[in-house]
Structure formats: C-alpha cells, structure tokens
C-alpha cells in the first residue's frame, strides 16, 4: 500500500528560528513529490520536486528529494508568524493522477 | 490562469438531509476531479475520483451511496452527502489536474477549490 508519512506532526518555534520539515515516502511508480501549504481553506502549491539532489528555492524556503533513500525535507529559514500553517507532502504516481497526501505537519511560529 | 471554483464555502444542515457541494472548473476543461475530505487537524483523505461521463472511482471504506458523485459535464463536478449525520461534518474539498494551452499536464500538481466546511446538527 501506497503511504507517505511526515514529521513532526507538529512545531511551535519563535520568528527567526529556522525549521526542517520532513516526508518519507513508499510507493509504486513514482513520479514526482509536492510540497503545498494550507492555512484555512484550500492548499497552495509551493514545490513539485521529481529528481534527486537539486533544490528549489523560493524565498526562505526550500526544498530537496532524495529518491534513494525515499525522502524529502523542506526547510523554512528565518520564519515569522505568517507561516504558521500545515504544510502538506504529496506523492504522485505514474499509475494515477491522484495524489497521496502525507499526515502534515502543522508548524505554529510565536513573535 | 485556471481555478477551480467550489461552493458553497459554508453549510450548516439537520441530521438526515441531503447536502450536494459544487466543484466547477473555470477557464479549462475538466476530465477528472478528486474529492477530499479533511477533519480537523488531519491531512486531505481522497474519497473517490470523478470522472466525466463514467462512474465515480472510490476509495476504499467509502461509501458509494452515503457520497453521491457526479461529473455530468466536462465543468461540473458534484458531490452530495446523502442523509447526512454529524459525523459527516467535515472540510470537503476538490481539485482538479492542471491543465495548460488546452492540455493536461502530469506532473501531479492540482488545483484545488476553496473547499467547503460541512457541520451536521
């Protein structure tokens, strides 16, 4: 059975400190693994990561895949309180389109 | 660019009717759409894909005839919570593939609508 699985569940830090995210992922026919960020309502898209070893960047945060050893991380630097949030890992498949998402990590950042 | 637009946002209802949630795609041409479900504090649970013209595909320990789908046009997605109880109160969302210059893109990313809140009194 297809699982991806993140941690912590849950973060609380203060404005300034920096985060590391973590998803590990097993499945059949992988295809890419997605990074989204949902405060209320519906999740934003932040990362879409299909090869090992190369970073995405935006702003403070990035992101890595390591398809060997079935994981990726996703670091925030530098946080203030407007990314308190859940962040959300996916995984997509060559078998569907549906993605499976991850547990999340609701990370909560204090002045 | 291409949305994904849900409603209603909000929906307050009695034990035991029915409530259908909208899920339309703007701007492009929706084949497929996924439904989700989140309760609070839990990630997004796919509960069945939707498919134009054919027959919803459910995810295992759904039931078909508690959450009725619908995808009668290439725009138009529903999904109706039948009888519905408290414990059917939850966030229901949907997206939909990305599709760009008329084409579908597999990458995986989707859009998503903005989701409805369900409470059952």
């Known amino acids: 059975e297809d699982k991806v699985v993140q941690s912590p569940l849950s973060l609380v830090v203060h404005e300034g400190d920096t985060v590391t995210l973590n998803c590990s992922y097993e499945?059949?026919?992988?295809?890419?693994l997605l990074w989204y960020k949902q405060e209320k309502k519906a999740p934003t898209f932040l990362f879409m990561l299909?090869?090992?070893?190369i970073e995405k960047k935006s702003g403070r945060l990035s992101s890595i895949l390591d398809k060997k050893e079935l994981f990726s991380i996703l670091n925030i630097t530098a946080t203030q309180t407007g990314d308190s949030a859940v962040y959300l890992c996916?995984?997509?498949?060559?078998?569907?389109?549906?993605?499976?998402f991850g547990t999340g990590t609701r990370l909560q950042v204090f002045p | 660019g291409a949305v994904v637009s849900q409603h209603p946002s909000w929906v307050i209802c009695k034990s035991g009717t029915s409530v259908k949630i909208e899920c339309r795609s703007l701007?492009?041409?929706?084949?497929?759409m996924f439904w989700y479900r989140q309760f609070p504090k839990q990630s997004l649970m796919l509960m069945a894909t939707?498919?134009?013209?054919?027959?919803?595909?459910?995810e295992q320990g759904v039931e078909k005839d508690k959450f009725l789908i619908n995808h009668a046009s290439l725009t138009l997605s529903t999904l109706t919570v039948t009888s519905a109880h408290p414990e059917d109160s939850s966030f229901y969302i949907c997206?939909?593939?990305?599709?760009?210059?008329?084409?579908?893109?597999?990458?995986?990313?989707?859009?998503f609508g903005e989701g409805s809140r369900l409470t059952v009194l």
């Open positions: 701007d492009f041409q929706a084949t497929t």
């Open positions: 299909t090869s090992s070893g």
């Open positions: 996916a995984v997509d498949t060559h078998n569907t389109d549906k993605l499976i």
């Open positions: 997206s939909a593939p990305i599709w760009t210059s008329g084409k579908k893109i597999n990458t995986g990313e989707l859009f």
């Open positions: 939707s498919n134009e013209g054919s027959k919803a595909t459910y």
């Open positions: 499945v059949t026919n992988f295809r890419s």
